[in-house]
C-alpha cells in the first residue's frame, strides 16, 4: 500500500508540471494522500497491523481466518486512533450453488462479527464506534436454475451497532417473501444520512466539484430519529 500512494503522489507531481491551472486541486489530492501515508506508516499503524501482539485467546474468538483477522484489526485500528475503518469479506454474488456459498461464508463471519461487537463493547468503545455490515443490494426471492440467488435492489438488509444507533432493534420489514419492502422502509440515502448524523456531519453540505458544481453529500436523505438511542 505504501508503495501504491508514493507512484500516485509522484503521478500527480508530473501532471501538475503540464496542468499548471489545477494546481490547487491537485495540492488538496496530495495532502490526502500524505496524510494517507503518514497514516500507513506511523508507528501506531505499524503496531496495529502486526497482529501477533494480540493475545492467543482474543484472536481464536475472533477466528484465525480472514473473516476474524480484518475484524480483529479493524478494532486494532480503531484503539489506534484511526478515524475510518473498511473492510471487506468474501464473495457473496452468489448466482450459483446459494446453500455452499454460504456455508463457506457465513460461519467465519457470525463469530468474528459477534466477538468484535463483544470486544468492542468490554474495552468501552463500542459507544464511540458505529458498526455497520452492509452489501449493494439485495437477492432475488426465489432460488434460480442453478442454485442461486441474483441481484434483487428492492429489499435487503444492513446491521448497525453502537456509535449512538439502538441496539437490539428491528427497523422496517419486507413481505413474507422479501420481494418488496412493507413496513418503514429505509432508503439508502436516510440511512447515509443516519450514519453522517451520528458522525457528526452535515449531510446536505455542498462540496464544490470541478466546474463550479455544488453537490450535496446526501441528496435528499432525512435522519432516522427511530435507529437513534
Known sequence: PVRAVAHIL?????SKMTHPEKSDSLDAVDTFYKQAYDMVSSKASQEAFDLNKEDAKVRDAYGRNQAGAR???????????????TM??????MHDR??????RNLPSFDQAFSTLISDLSDRGLLKSTLVCVCSEFGRTPKINATAGRDHWPKVFS??????????????GSSDAIASEPEDNPLSVMDWATTIYHCLGI????????????????VNGGKVIKDLLA
Open 10 to 14: 509522484v503521478d500527480h507531481r508530473r
Open 71 to 85: 475484524m480483529l484489526l479493524s478494532r486494532r485500528l480503531v484503539e489506534a486512533g484511526a478515524r475510518f475503518v
Open 88 to 93: 471487506t469479506y468474501g464473495g457473496w454474488d
Open 98 to 103: 446459494i446453500q455452499t456459498g454460504i456455508d
Open 158 to 171: 444492513v446491521v448497525m451497532a453502537g456509535g449512538g444507533v439502538k441496539g437490539g432493534h428491528i427497523y
Open 202 to 217: 452535515v449531510s446536505d453540505k455542498e462540496l464544490m466539484a470541478p466546474g463550479d458544481r455544488p453537490i450535496e453529500i
